[in-house]
């Protein structure tokens, strides 16, 4: 079946770290990879996208590479911000058959210390 | 403009009451979602619908019952609550099944 699995947090870095946050999925076909960002008390949003193998997604300084020999999706950033703190979630959209959902990863608490 | 708004955003009320949430998207997408996010931050999506049609229906106790009035607004009621369905509510929207969603604030239901 699909699934994503992310490294578990919280990830408590100091400003101007360097992130990682770890994504691997198991799906059939060529499913999407998407991050999204929950800040407290709001609802999600959309941080970026690939929709293939070797896409790069970027915004807002953050990156994440579609790479289909190893079915992962890791964020990265070069130097966190106190305004990063939150919590972010990796997702698929499977491709086939079982489109019309996002299968959501359990999502990794970010915090940030000045 | 909100692109995807939710009413209430806070929801408190007791076991065996019924309740509705509602959803709204101005964002012209055909393509709209109920998911479910427990206490430990999961998300697990329950419903979706394209053009007003149930397209996705994930094993949802039949308590819940999720209305499509136009493709623009998908309410979701629930009957009997349960202690269980304590949870965060989030509706979203997207353009077709496979392009990213774009979700509204949530809605906070406590069941006490």
């Known amino acids: 079946g699909n699934s994503v699995t992310q490294m578990e947090g919280p990830v408590t870095l100091s400003e101007e770290a360097f992130l990682t946050i770890n994504c691997t999925y198991t799906?059939?076909?060529?499913?999407?990879l998407f991050w999204y960002v929950q800040y407290p008390g709001e609802g999600l949003q959309l941080l970026l996208k690939?929709?293939?193998?070797?896409d790069k997604g970027s915004n807002k300084g953050f990156e994440a590479t579609y790479r289909k020999e190893t079915t992962s999706f890791h964020l990265e950033k070069g130097s966190v911000q106190v305004s990063d703190s939150a919590v972010y979630f990796c997702a698929l959209s499977p491709s086939l058959g079982s489109s019309y959902k996002l299968i959501f990863g359990s999502g990794t608490r970010l915090l940030v210390r000045p | 403009d909100t692109a995807v708004s939710q009413t209430p955003k806070y929801l408190v009320t007791q076991m065996g009451n019924d309740k509705s949430i509602k959803c709204e998207q101005n964002?012209?997408?055909?393509?709209m979602y109920w998911y479910k996010q427990d206490s430990k931050k999961f998300l697990k999506i329950m419903f979706s619908?394209?053009?007003?049609?149930?397209?996705i229906n994930e094993t949802v106790p039949n308590r819940f019952s999720p209305k499509s009035p136009d493709k623009a607004h998908l309410n979701l009621h629930i009957n009997s609550l349960e202690l269980g369905d304590s949870a965060v509510y989030f509706c979203?929207?997207?353009?077709?099944?496979?392009?990213?969603?774009?979700f509204g604030p949530g809605t906070r239901l406590t069941v006490t």
């Open positions: 619908y394209n053009n007003k049609e149930l397209i």
């Open positions: 964002l012209g997408h055909d393509t």
């Open positions: 799906a059939t076909g060529y499913p999407s």
């Open positions: 690939a929709t293939k193998a070797d």
């Open positions: 979203a929207s997207s353009q077709g099944g496979v392009n990213e969603q774009y």
